[in-house]
């Protein structure tokens, strides 16, 4: 069965840092990779995702991920961090042929002044 | 924009409670599913659905039943609910052929 690992389960940074949150999946085939971010009190919105192609994406609020398949990971980044930034990272993996997805453990995110 | 609605934010119930969450998404989606979310753990799969009448088990169905009359609703049912499902549960559709999912704002249910 497929997994998906978000080392990290806290991160602090100030603000106007770069941040990096880490995810790795295990599985053999090809994935289709997602994030998503969690405003307290809030549901889940699609930052970005990868199905193929180029494998650095854009997504909004200026977030950006690299697929780096030899490592199966999918790591998001962003240059610098706002206030606004502060909320739980989820990533999740689904493979062809099922629309499921496997979600990470979540990173929260706080963002110090 | 699609729009996925839960019909509660906070829900409190008592233990051995009949326990209904509803969820409507106005995209004319054809999947469907219902998470619970708990701190640690992401999220996890309760029921999904691919169509009408529909449903398949995800990875934690035990307590729990869902109900898919229309193409737009999907239920899920606590027949009698536990404390151990005290959690937010969280709503999400998608089309068919494609893999993201759009999500409600959740319920945050609390059984005492």
């Known amino acids: 069965a497929q997994s998906v690992t978000q080392p990290d389960i806290h991160i602090t940074v100030s603000e106007g840092a770069s941040l990096e949150l880490r995810c790795n999946y295990s599985y053999g085939a090809t994935p289709y990779l997602f994030w998503y971010v969690q405003s307290p009190g809030q549901g889940l919105q699609l930052l970005l995702k990868?199905?193929?192609?180029?494998?650095l994406v854009q997504g909004i609020k200026g977030f950006e991920a690299e697929f780096k398949r030899s490592q199966s990971s999918f790591n998001l980044r962003k240059p610098s961090v706002h206030w606004s930034d502060a909320a739980e990272y989820f990533c999740?993996?689904?493979?062809?042929?099922?629309?499921?997805?496997?979600f990470g453990a979540g990173t929260t995110v706080t963002v110090r002044a | 924009d699609v729009k996925v609605t839960q019909s509660s934010r906070y829900l409190v119930k008592r233990t051995g409670e009949k326990v209904f969450l509803e969820c409507v998404q106005d995209?004319?989606?054809?999947?469907m599913f219902w998470y619970r979310q708990d701190p640690g753990l992401g999220l996890r799969l309760i029921y999904f659905?691919?169509?009408?009448?529909?449903?398949e088990k995800g990875d934690i169905p035990e307590g729990y039943s869902v109900s898919r009359e229309k193409k737009e609703r999907f239920s899920l049912i606590l027949e009698s609910a536990s404390t151990n499902q005290t959690s937010m549960y969280l709503c999400?559709?998608?089309?068919?052929?494609?893999?993201?999912?759009?999500f409600g704002p959740g319920t945050r249910l609390t059984v005492t």
């Open positions: 999740a993996v689904a493979f062809s042929n099922d629309y499921k997805l496997s």
């Open positions: 659905s691919y169509d009408v009448k529909m449903k």
């Open positions: 999400a559709s998608s089309p068919p052929a494609l893999y993201e999912q759009y």
């Open positions: 990868y199905f193929s192609g180029d494998t």
């Open positions: 995209m004319d989606h054809e999947n």
